[in-house]
């Protein structure tokens, strides 16, 4: 693996950002809506070979935005997966324990802490998180110094849902060495400019159905490289999934 400092760095644009959250704001309006009104997740409509492989406890994924936008790119995969015999407490218990994240999360989560904000409550669990992130895209090795704002939010006793939104996420200027310090935010490589992560967990018939919405924004794809941050993110969204999984088993 090369350091990503080989190659020229790209500015953020607030134009590109803004991109981004008019894309969040837009898919706020339906799926996490849907699912605080009336319990409903995209998996219902699932037929076929994928109902079959979500049914036996695999991972089903669906691409749903690969796209430049406003001189980035715009990158959202949806994933589920069934665990059966799990409660949604287990659910809450495995996504809070921040400190276990780099050893139920490895090795893209190298370390991991949280506090509870002031205005947390029971049914809205309000946390401010900061992960350091390992990520390889094509052959150049990255790491993240994050900063999360993350809402844990009660619908009723079998449905809980999840919002994490980026605060900060500042590029190391080498993978290796966090002491070397930061890029300026939005001054980097683009690899990786924000991201915003949504969760529904539904305890029905004897399981648990989880499903995980993941959205970033980076730099614009490369010219025949479209699979680039496409990849990346489908592969994060299904590790998300099955490490989370793995880590609720566990606890039976």
Known sequence: ?????????????????????????????????????????????????????????????????????????????????????????????????????????????????????????PSDQHYHSRLTLNQSTLWIAVAYDSLYDTHYREIDSKRWMSKSSSISIKELRDSKNPQAGAYPEGDDHGFLWRTNTYWSARERDGGLDLQVD???LSRPIPTGAAWWGSKRTREAVEKMLTDTKKAIESLH
Do not use: C
């Open 1 to 121: 693996m090369l350091q990503a400092s080989i190659l020229p760095t790209l500015h953020l644009d607030p134009a590109t950002l803004k991109a981004f959250q008019d894309y969040v704001a837009e898919f706020e309006k339906g799926e996490p809506a849907a699912f605080a009104s009336a319990g409903k997740l995209w998996i219902d409509d699932l037929t076929g070979s994928k109902r079959n492989a979500w049914t036996s406890g695999k991972a089903v994924i669906e691409a749903r935005e690969n796209e430049n936008v406003a001189a980035g790119s715009i990158h959202h995969f949806s994933g589920s997966i069934r665990v059966p015999g799990a409660h949604i407490d287990q659910w809450r218990k495995v996504m809070q324990d921040y400190p276990d994240y780099p050893r139920m999360f490895a090795p893209d989560v190298v370390g991991a802490s949280a506090t509870v904000e002031p205005d947390s409550a």
């Open 214 to 216: 993941s959205m970033t």
